[in-house]
């Protein structure tokens, strides 16, 4: 299959290496467009890509368009591809504020759509990425999107209507992750480690924690309780987090992020 990707930002860079590292798309299949038609250091590492200037050239014979460009030039980039790239051909779109309608309506319903909203870690493949179910898009050209999707981590399926729920729990969450990541190395320096050693061990507890929560499959709950034990440290720990409003404070942070991202949507 042919792709484009329009835009060679951080994710445009890291759509570009999990599809070439994944062998899903060849260098000779896959075109990246950005201003200034240079290589991006992050692809640098793989010959015969094509890097041009021109969206409308760019898209002219792709079966998937990628737009990874910011939701403040969906005005100026849809308009211009519109009428140069193949009616059928499948639009992916990963921001926020642009529905499915308007995109369809914005470049005169001639394409497949499917919005989609990965995170960062996409860029070292281990994203999560959640696509939008679209009943208008083939399912031969769905299931392709989302294997394209896969390049970036895993996938899974929701409403359209659950995109601003996905935002605030994992569009938006690896901020959420880094704060704490950071305040925990801070914890680690008041106790006499040094900020290399306590970063490395808040780091692989995270890691670890994550892993222990997909291979297990047990609630978060479940989980937490493997290691609070009767009147022990953790418990303590946990008791002071509950005290400073930590869960509620989480909840608050990922509903702004959704009410954010409701309001982009009514722009």
Same mark, same amino acid.
């Given at each position: 299959?042919?792709?484009?990707?329009?835009?060679?930002?951080?994710?445009?860079?890291?759509?570009?290496?999990?599809?070439?590292? !994944?062998?899903?798309?060849?260098?000779?299949?896959?075109?990246?467009?950005?201003? !200034?038609?240079?290589?991006?250091?992050?692809?640098?590492?793989?010959?015969?890509?094509?890097?041009?200037?021109?969206?409308?050239?760019?898209?002219?014979?792709?079966?998937?368009?990628?737009?990874?460009?910011?939701?403040?030039?969906?005005?100026?980039?849809?308009?211009?591809?519109?009428?140069?790239?193949? =009616?059928?051909?499948? &639009?992916?779109?990963?921001?926020?504020?642009?529905?499915?309608?308007?995109?369809?309506?914005?470049?005169?319903?001639?394409?497949?759509?499917?919005?989609?909203?990965?995170?960062?870690?996409?860029?070292?493949?281990?994203?999560?990425?959640?696509?939008?179910?679209?009943?208008?898009?083939?399912?031969?050209?769905?299931?392709?999107?989302?294997?394209?999707?896969?390049?970036?981590?895993?996938?899974?399926?929701?409403?359209?209507?659950?995109?601003?729920?996905?935002?605030?729990? !994992?569009?938006?969450?690896?901020?959420?992750?880094?704060?704490?990541?950071?305040?925990?190395?801070?914890?680690?320096?008041?106790?006499?480690?040094?900020?290399?050693?306590?970063?490395? &061990?808040?780091?692989?507890?995270?890691?670890?924690?994550?892993?222990?929560?997909?291979?297990?499959?047990?609630?978060?709950?479940?989980?937490?309780?493997?290691?609070?034990?009767?009147?022990?440290?953790?418990?303590?720990?946990?008791?002071?987090?509950?005290?400073?409003?930590?869960? !509620?404070?989480?909840?608050?942070?990922?509903?702004?992020?959704?009410?954010?991202? =409701?309001?982009?949507?009514?722009?």
């Amino acid at each position: 299959m042919n792709v484009t990707i329009i835009g060679c930002g951080k994710m445009g860079c890291a759509m570009a290496r999990g599809l070439l590292k !994944s062998g899903l798309v060849s260098a000779q299949d896959l075109v990246i467009t950005n201003r !200034s038609g240079t290589v991006p250091q992050a692809l640098e590492g793989f010959s015969g890509l094509r890097f041009l200037t021109d969206n409308r050239a760019a898209c002219a014979d792709s079966d998937f368009i990628l737009l990874a460009v910011l939701p403040q030039r969906y005005g100026e980039v849809l308009p211009e591809i519109r009428d140069a790239a193949r =009616e059928g051909a499948c &639009l992916l779109s990963i921001a926020p504020g642009y529905s499915v309608r308007q995109i369809a309506e914005m470049t005169g319903n001639r394409f497949h759509v499917i919005r989609a909203m990965p995170n960062t870690p996409a860029v070292i493949g281990e994203g999560m990425i959640a696509v939008c179910e679209n009943p208008s898009v083939p399912e031969k050209v769905f299931g392709e999107a989302l294997e394209l999707f896969s390049a970036l981590g895993r996938t899974e399926v929701i409403r359209e209507d659950q995109l601003n729920a996905v935002i605030g729990v !994992s569009g938006s969450a690896p901020a959420y992750f880094f704060v704490f990541l950071d305040a925990l190395a801070d914890a680690g320096v008041l106790g006499g480690l040094h900020r290399e050693q306590a970063v490395r &061990l808040a780091e692989q507890t995270m890691l670890g924690c994550a892993r222990l929560a997909i291979g297990t499959g047990d609630a978060p709950s479940a989980l937490r309780d493997m290691v609070c034990s009767p009147g022990g440290t953790t418990i303590e720990a946990v008791a002071k987090l509950e005290e400073a409003g930590f869960r !509620s404070a989480v909840i608050q942070a990922a509903r702004a992020a959704m009410e954010k991202a =409701e309001k982009m949507a009514g722009k």
